[in-house]
């Protein structure tokens, strides 16, 4: 349960400043920025979480040997929480990607008013 809430805060931290970051460049914000920010938050999320669980052995040969069940089970597990975690991550992308629309599209142009022009004295 920590890994998946681990892994939806760091994916909305990524998707945030990488959004942030293509907004103020003015580049596009797609799926591919979500996509990203996604895989970014997980792997991040996945190393803080394995290097509180095993420590310093992580980085051993030992700490990678097969899992009981299999690496299949794992990247199973990876996927459903990384789906997850693309759910909040896909409602920020879509909000700066409609921010960055009506930036690109500008103030929309409103009718002046006209001046009244003071009573003439033929028209009285």
Known sequence: MDYLAGSM?????????????????????????????????????????????????????????????????VVILLGFIGAFSALPAFAVTAYYSRLADRSESGPTPQATPTPHAAPTPESR
């Open 9 to 73: 805060v760091s994916t909305l931290v990524a998707t945030f400043l990488l959004c942030r970051y293509r907004f103020n460049h003015r580049k596009p914000i797609s799926l591919s920025t979500l996509a990203l920010s996604t895989l970014i938050g997980n792997v991040v999320s996945f190393i803080v979480v394995l290097f509180c669980q095993e420590g310093w052995h992580m980085f051993t040969a030992a700490a990678w040997s097969s899992p009981k069940g299999g690496w299949g089970l």
